[in-house]
C-alpha cells in the first residue's frame, strides 16, 4: 500500500516568490492535516480536513497561506509571498479519522526561502 | 511553558544499551503517540496508548495517567534507532488535535 506522497521533496526560493506543495493521502483516509516543523521543534498543525471540509484551521497565517483539499482526496498548501521565516519542513498526515487514530506522515517538504 | 516535555534532548548511547525517554503533559489526554523521525524528515508512528503498556519488538512504551508521564524505553540499542523520538498528545476535548513535544534526538554508536 503507497503511503503519504509529497511534493516536492526540497524547494529553495527566494523571499516574495509564491511556493506550492501537494500531498496525497492513503487511499480512504479522510482526515488531512498539514504541519510546520521548525528546526529542532516538533511538528505544529497548520490545518486539518475532514473530507473536504477544512475544520482545524486556526494555526494556518491565513494572509500569506492558502489550503484546498478538493473532492476529499488530495490537497494543495500555498505561501504567497514567501517570507524568510517561512523556511521550515512542511508535513503532510492522513488517518482514517480523528487525531485518536494513527497519523501516517508523508515524507515532508523542505522549504528554504532566501 | 509547553504542555508537552521530554526529556533528555539528546541522548548518546553505545550498542547495547538500555535506553529510556520521557515525555511529560499538563493537559488531560485520550491518547499519546510516540513517533520517530529519521533524517530527512518521515515521520513514523511506533505506538498509540492511553493506558498501560505497549511492546513492539525491541520498544516498549509506558503511560501513567495520574503522573501525566510517559516513557519510550529501548532495549539493546542499535546504532539504527538514532533518530528524532517524538511525543505526542491527544488532548482530551482538543477538537482533535495532536500537540507535539519538541523530541529528543538519540545517536546510538556502535
Known amino acids: 500500500e503507497a503511503g503519504v506522497v509529497q511534493s516536492p521533496r526540497y524547494k529553495i526560493i527566494e523571499k516574495k516568490q509564491p511556493v506550492a506543495f501537494w500531498c496525497n493521502p492513503i487511499?480512504?483516509?479522510?482526515?488531512l492535516y498539514w504541519y510546520r516543523q521548525n528546526l529542532g521543534q516538533g511538528p505544529e498543525l497548520l490545518i486539518r480536513?475532514?473530507?473536504?471540509?477544512?475544520?482545524?484551521d486556526s494555526q494556518l497565517p491565513k494572509d500569506r497561506f492558502s489550503a484546498e483539499r478538493l473532492k476529499g482526496v488530495d490537497s494543495t498548501l500555498k505561501i504567497q509571498p514567501a517570507e524568510l521565516g517561512d523556511s521550515a519542513v512542511y508535513l503532510c498526515?492522513?488517518?482514517?479519522?480523528?487525531?485518536?487514530?494513527?497519523?501516517?506522515f508523508g515524507p515532508g517538504t523542505r522549504l528554504t526561502v532566501t | 511553558k509547553n504542555e508537552v516535555e521530554q526529556s533528555p534532548q539528546n541522548l548518546t548511547a553505545q550498542e547495547g544499551e538500555f535506553i529510556t525517554i520521557n515525555c511529560s503533559y499538563s493537559?488531560?489526554?485520550?491518547?499519546l503517540h510516540w513517533l520517530q523521525q529519521h533524517p530527512g524528515g518521515g515521520i513514523v508512528s511506533l505506538f498509540m496508548?492511553?493506558?498501560g503498556k505497549k511492546k513492539h519488538g525491541r520498544l516498549i512504551a509506558t503511560i501513567n495517567i495520574q503522573e501525566k508521564h510517559s516513557s519510550l524505553h529501548i532495549t539493546a540499542s542499535h546504532p539504527r534507532d538514532s533518530a528524532v523520538y517524538i511525543c505526542?498528545?491527544?488532548?482530551?476535548?482538543?477538537?482533535?488535535?495532536?500537540?507535539f513535544g519538541s523530541g529528543t534526538q538519540l545517536t546510538v554508536l556502535p
Open positions: 498526515a492522513s488517518s482514517l479519522g480523528p487525531a485518536s487514530y494513527e497519523q501516517y
Open positions: 487511499s480512504g483516509h479522510n482526515t
Open positions: 480536513y475532514e473530507n473536504e471540509e477544512a475544520v482545524d
Open positions: 493537559v488531560g489526554i485520550s491518547a
Open positions: 496508548l492511553s493506558s
Open positions: 505526542a498528545v491527544d488532548a482530551s476535548g482538543s477538537a482533535r488535535q495532536l500537540t
